[in-house]
């Protein structure tokens, strides 16, 4: 796995990521705003397996603030990361059981 900070727009930054041995693409600790359009970017640049664990919060030093998202809402956004090509759906900071609950709820059953 390779984590990164980029200091390049993703369009940029991504094709020198995508050396021999990756096998998925996900975006991950990254705003629910941002996972569409950084997935159209990834979907461009790369036809393997991609995926978004985004966080609901941002860090205010010196702790995390997490928001609430009700996990039906969580499970909406989810099934709009797998509308547009995402094989991998899930969530971090901020993010609990009940919120991946309902994400399985909603593209596996």
Known sequence: PTAFLPDRPLEEELPDLLGPGVTAVTLMHSTLESI????????????GPRGAYPHVGEFERPRWVFHDIAPDD????????????????????????QHIAAVRERLLD
Request: glycine residues 14%; charged residues 15%; negative net charge.
């Open 36 to 47: 569409v359009p950084a997935l159209e970017v990834v979907a461009r640049l790369w036809n």
């Open 74 to 97: 969580f499970a909406t956004e989810a099934q709009r990361w797998v509308d547009q090509g995402a094989q991998l759906a899930g969530g971090c900071c901020g993010i609990g059981p």
